[in-house]
């Protein structure tokens, strides 16, 4: 995630310079990119957060079970 965080804010930067050429081009490719990814991030944060306030320590069989889930139909 520190990858995608640097690159995000690089990309922010760039985007937001207002030199001509851009210092990297396509930046805000690489921005739209790169918060999708850091979205997502902290979405799964929240919902993980979410999951053992609500289950407590069961909250760790759901990705367990995905995990077997995952396995089986491999």
Excluded: Y
Excluded at 28 to 54: I, N
């Amino acid at each position: 995630m520190t990858g995608n965080l640097t690159s995000g804010v690089l990309s922010l930067l760039d985007t937001l310079a207002r030199s001509e050429p851009p210092p990297m081009p396509g930046a805000k490719e690489r921005l739209q990119k790169t918060l999708a990814l850091v979205g997502g991030f902290c979405a799964g944060c929240v919902a993980g957060a979410a999951a053992v306030s609500w289950l407590g320590d069961w909250a760790w069989s759901l990705p367990a079970a995905l995990a077997g889930l995952a396995l089986a139909l491999k």
